[in-house]
Nanobody, 124 residues
Framework: QVQLVESGGGLVQAGGSLRLSCAAS????????MGWFRQAPGREREFVAW????????SSADSVKGRFTISRDNAKNTVYLQMNSLKPEDTAVYHC?????????????????WGQGTQVTVSS
């Protein structure tokens, strides 16, 4: 089992940047595909990005492509989400998630472990 704790959220003006971190403890971090998802009030959970176990392959949602970058440091058991050119519509609670095995997916149902989330608020 793995425990996930997100940090780095906050209030930022439109056009600004934030970097989210997700620290993992428990079993070997490099065994997991890692993902970021977000959920805004009254909306369903939405895929943001995933990264392969060794960090060589990534994918992101069209809504964030070119603005957000996912990365990981397996030596630090941490996955990051660098968010640039933030927009008010990026406002949401951001969650990291872990999936055992090699399979990459943007489906939240396929992830095994979740963090509590960190709030990101972008003002106009």
């Amino acid at each position: 089992q793995v425990q996930l704790v997100e940090s780095g959220g906050g209030l930022v003006q439109a056009g600004g940047s934030l970097r989210l971190s997700c620290a993992a403890s428990g079993r070997t971090f490099s065994s997991y595909v890692m993902g970021w998802f977000r959920q805004a009030p009254g909306r369903e959970r939405e895929f943001v990005a995933w990264i392969s176990r060794r960090g060589f392959t990534t994918s992101s949602a069209d809504s964030v492509k070119g603005r957000f970058t996912i990365s990981r440091d397996n030596a630090k058991n941490t996955v990051y989400l660098q968010m640039n050119s933030l927009k008010p519509e990026d406002t949401a609670v951001y969650h990291c998630a872990a999936r055992e095995g090699e399979y990459y997916t943007s489906s939240s149902d396929e992830y095994d472990y979740w963090g509590q989330g960190t709030q990101v608020t972008v003002s106009s």
